[in-house]
């Protein structure tokens, strides 16, 4: 902390928003978890309880420095892109599909899923960018 403000530091603010990233994804597996039943959802609650936190202070902390931010744009770009294309682009693709083979049954895209495939989305891009070191 400075002591001329008691605003975090960078170094701090950045330390912070990477913990809070590997929280982030441990509460996403936690939240599959109970989602698909192999936890109880007391335990998914806790978790995803946990991930919420850990993504609203790597929404405060997201500008600490470059690579950070850096780190945050993939990801939120991903997750924006698997979002659009869940919600947009596969209805409109599954019924395209479905009046080709001439089964015009009722939408069966999972659009109730979409906030799981874009946090998912993001977290494997926030990581892969994280890994990779570019």
Not at 92 to 99: L, Q
Request: include cysteine; glycine fraction near 10%.
């Amino acid at each position: 902390m400075n002591q001329s403000d008691g605003q975090p530091t960078p170094r701090k603010a950045a330390r912070a928003h990477l913990v809070c990233s590997h929280i982030a994804a441990v509460s996403f597996l936690v939240l599959i978890a109970g989602r698909t039943g192999l936890i109880p959802q007391e335990i998914a609650v806790l978790g995803t309880t946990f991930g919420v936190v850990s993504i609203v202070v790597m929404f405060i902390t997201r500008n600490s420095d470059e690579w950070i931010s850096s780190l945050w744009s993939s990801g939120a770009n991903a997750g924006f892109v698997a979002a659009i294309g869940l919600l947009l682009i596969l209805p409109y693709s599954e019924g395209f599909i479905d009046g080709l083979m001439g089964n015009e049954s009722r939408l069966d895209t999972p659009h109730g899923l979409a906030s799981y495939f874009a946090f998912g989305a993001f977290l494997i891009a926030y990581n892969l960018k994280r890994i990779r070191g570019y």
